[in-house]
């Protein structure tokens, strides 16, 4: 069982910046990647990035690609996103996410049932 607690949210005008912390416990050593979704009101979870726990491969989703950065300290099991620039648009209930699954294929990671635990979401909110 893993454990992903996210913390970070908030409201920010256009063109800020937020940070998001996600925190796993439990058995972390059976993940693979862990990755960021979001779900604005009235729309389906989409995927914003992934990294792959090992080797820190990334992938980003092509709406954030230059303006939001992933990193991870293995330390702590933390991950973080870095969101600048941020748009409107961006608004939504950002979720972690942590898959103990291992695919191939890296487009995989980008649904959501690649993962098995899922946080609770932290909202942010991007003023115009």
């Known amino acids: 069982q893993v454990h992903v607690v996210e913390s970070g949210g908030g409201l920010v005008q256009a063109g800020g910046s937020l940070r998001l912390s996600c925190a796993a416990s439990?058995?972390?050593?059976?993940?693979?990647?862990m990755g960021w979704f979001r779900q604005a009101p009235g729309k389906e979870r989409e995927f914003v990035v992934v990294i792959r726990w090992s080797t820190g491969i990334i992938n980003y989703t092509d709406s954030v690609k230059g303006r939001f950065t992933i990193s991870r300290d293995n330390a702590k099991n933390t991950v973080y996103l870095q969101m600048n620039s941020l748009k409107p648009e961006d608004t939504a209930l950002y979720y972690c996410?942590?898959?103990?699954?291992?695919?191939?294929?890296?487009?995989?990671?980008?649904?959501?049932?690649?993962?098995?635990?899922w946080g609770q979401g932290t909202q942010v909110t991007v003023s115009s």
């Open positions: 996410a942590a898959s103990t699954r291992l695919d191939y294929s890296s487009s995989y990671y980008y649904r959501r049932e690649a993962y098995d635990y």
């Open positions: 439990g058995r972390t050593s059976s993940m693979y990647y």
